[in-house]
């Protein structure tokens, strides 16, 4: 790729260019989900940036606001051709802009976090990408059903707990996707678990998977897994402070296989990390 000129232009992607930053994405090891594309435009067509040399583009960055207090920065990448020219910097400091005012998390890969330090943001926590295989369990829990069995109201009351602000849109697209299984455990009427499992360009993963107690976070991987094929690679993005995270990984037999830093600017929201199992996605949270 050649940049015969210096025709710098910043603008919101429309929806056929976030296909440019999925692809990217899946070029970096990063492995997105088939469906991801239209999940995240749902969740604010807005955020998402294209960085354009000459109209060609040359970089990418998401900027997601959700609700009023939170907002989330991914799809950070600059063509190889244009590194270090200072194409990147141009763009970030734009996704700053239109996060201005509200807590700004990301997932930044680690050598990077000196670079994010400088723009404000704190070290919160690790996520640990695992990689496993999956298997079959002898017998499923009972009281398991389709999250789309039960009242998205409930559902969305349920998963606020576990994220900095509401995120409606990304929920009900996120939870309806094609090439993905979405579960929940009720116990009575109340909603105590749930999670998604998503046909990925390399096996699937799981995410988010929030549950009360590891016990119910477990029958939820043995209920996802039975969704895809015996013997197919599935992954799942911990974060290192839930120990007993940790422990079911090990139980799958599961390897780490990428990491990221977990970091925020402004008041680090405060989730409970114990019943968090498994994030959503390191490009939206």
């Known amino acids: 790729m050649s940049f015969p000129s210096q025709d710098y232009q910043i603008a919101v992607m429309a929806r056929e260019e976030l296909s440019i930053a999925i692809d990217w994405a899946r070029a970096e090891g990063w492995n997105p989900g ?111 059903v389709p999250l789309s069995a039960i009242p998205f109201e409930q559902l969305k009351q349920c998963d606020r707990r576990f994220f900095p602000e509401q995120r409606e849109q990304f929920l009900r697209a ?52 039975a969704t895809i094929p015996l013997g197919s690679t599935f992954y799942l993005d911990v974060p290192e402070p839930n120990p007993q995270a940790i422990e079911l990984t090990q139980k799958y037999k599961m390897k780490p296989a990428f990491e990221t830093a977990r970091m925020y600017r402004g008041c680090s929201p405060e989730l409970p990390l114990g019943q968090i199992f498994g994030i959503t996605s390191f490009e939206l949270g």
């Open 34 to 144: 088939l469906q991801d594309a239209d999940c995240f435009y749902a969740a604010d067509p807005q955020g998402f940036l294209v960085g354009k040399l000459d109209r060609q583009p040359i970089a990418t960055i998401s900027a997601v606001k959700y609700g009023h207090s939170f907002g989330f920065i991914g799809f950070y990448i600059v063509h190889p051709d244009a590194r270090h020219q200072g194409y990147g910097i141009q763009i970030w400091q734009r996704a700053i802009e239109i996060l201005e005012g509200r807590t700004i998390g990301l997932d930044g890969v680690v050598a990077q976090q000196e670079n994010y330090q400088k723009s404000g943001f704190t070290f919160a926590h690790r996520n640990i990408r695992f990689a496993g295989i999956s298997d079959r369990a002898d017998q499923l829990h009972p009281d398991l």
């Open 174 to 225: 996120w939870i309806d996707q094609p090439d993905a299984q979405s579960m929940g455990i009720l116990q009575g009427d109340r909603l105590c678990a749930y999670g998604v499992i998503r046909a990925c360009h390399t096996g699937y993963k799981i995410g988010p998977l929030n549950a009360e107690t590891p016990d119910l976070a477990d029958a939820l991987i043995q209920a996802l897994m």
